[in-house]
Nanobody, 113 residues
Framework: VQLVESGGGLVQPGGSLRLSCAASGFTFRNYVMIWYRQAPGKEREEVAS????????SYADSVKGRFTVSRDNFKDTVYLQMNNLKPEDTAVYYC???????WGQGIQVTVSS
């Protein structure tokens, strides 16, 4: 089982990034997928989740209206489109399934001018 996040980087406030998480080693289409983030000195928090076929999504209040989670069950990949980024979105972002498997390395997102 492997989860590999990509697409992070440094962006100015108000900018956008699209994160990807490529999954392998399990039947991706059968699992709810979740994006998490962990800011320095804080606990890991759930950011967004998406149902198996993508029909149901949920978001943390802090990102509602700015982030969009989606998935491609043919590519075994889940995405997080992040718009209107704020400095408080700075964190390492991770994806995982439900129930969880060992975490990937995560991807750093830094929002700063």
């Amino acid at each position: 089982v492997q989860l590999v996040e990509s697409g992070g980087g440094l962006v100015q406030p108000g900018g956008s990034l699209r994160l990807s998480c490529a999954a392998s080693g399990f039947t991706f289409r059968n699992y709810v997928m979740i994006w998490y983030r962990q800011a320095p000195g804080k606990e890991r928090e759930e950011v967004a989740s998406i149902s198996t076929v993508g029909g149901v999504t949920s978001y943390a209040d802090s990102v509602k209206g700015r982030f969009t989670v989606s998935r491609d069950n043919f590519k075994d990949t889940v995405y997080l489109q992040m718009n209107n980024l704020k400095p408080e979105d700075t964190a390492v972002y991770y994806c995982n399934r439900l129930p969880s498997v060992p975490w990937g390395q995560g991807i750093q997102v830094t929002v700063s001018s």
